[in-house]
């Protein structure tokens, strides 16, 4: 895997450069600022990169504006943000169009390294990983729960699919039976009122919708 850096705290990029190293990924550049992030993705195009939210020249969200910037302009870049906080409204922009190549961790969660590392994995290929804390935390905001109508088992199962899990994931985690989840993933569609068009994922549509309900 070809992996670009940002990360503005030198001995967390530094680990994650050896860490990568060790694993056998190709780590293209490792850059401390949102600007070099972009040239360095726009020089590279690397298969993933991994970004902190704030970095200079502002130390705020520059970071994830550089994030969205690489999904707008380079989509075929996998990006897995990383950060201590849980930015709503971002989490949200970066699954809205094109949702597969996108990741958003809780910084502690680099400290379990084959968690992290199967994020990284499931980004470049092409799939979603998103820290159940950040999930959890999205789905809890609101007044008014959009989502009522739906099982204490299906919002179960919703939760796991944002998180990038497949049928087998979820089966896994919720210990239940594949069958049981397909199940449950159709019953989630249905009540969300999901359109069958070709061309359209229902499940990237069902975890869209829930992020962007609980992030109004």
């Known amino acids: 895997m ?11 990029r530094e680990g994650l450069v050896r860490l ?4 056998g990924h190709q780590v293209l550049a490792a850059v401390g ?3 070099s992030l972009l040239s360095e993705v726009d020089r590279h195009r690397p298969d993933v990169a991994v970004v902190d939210v704030r970095m200079p020249p502002t130390h705020t969200d520059d970071g ?8 707008q302009r380079f989509p075929e870049v996998g990006v897995l943000v990383l950060s201590q906080y849980v930015e709503k409204r971002y989490a949200v922009e970066l699954l809205t169009g094109d949702s597969a190549r996108v990741g958003y961790l809780l ?3 680099v400290v379990q390294v084959d968690e992290f590392l199967d994020a990284l994995q499931r980004v470049a290929g092409g799939g979603v990983a998103f820290d159940p804390e950040v999930v959890r935390r ?3 905001s609101g007044d008014r729960d959009p989502l009522a109508d739906l099982t204490p088992r299906e919002r179960d199962v919703l939760e796991q ?3 990038g899990c497949t049928n087998a994931g979820v089966a896994a985690h919720l210990h239940i039976s594949q069958s049981a989840v397909e199940k449950h993933a159709n019953a989630i569609f249905d009540k969300l009122d999901l359109p069958r068009t070709t061309g359209y994922s229902r499940r990237v549509l069902a ?4 992020l962007e309900s609980a992030s109004a």
Request: aromatic letters at 2%; a negative charge; zero cysteines.
């Open 138 to 140: 999205l789905l809890s």
């Open 207 to 210: 975890v869209l919708h829930y």
């Open 107 to 109: 910084k502690d969660r």
């Open 20 to 23: 990568l190293a060790e694993e």
């Open 2 to 12: 070809r992996v670009i850096l940002a990360d503005d705290a030198t001995l967390l």
């Open 33 to 35: 600022d949102a600007p």
């Open 161 to 163: 699919m944002a998180q």
């Open 64 to 71: 994830l504006r550089a994030a969205l910037e690489i999904r």
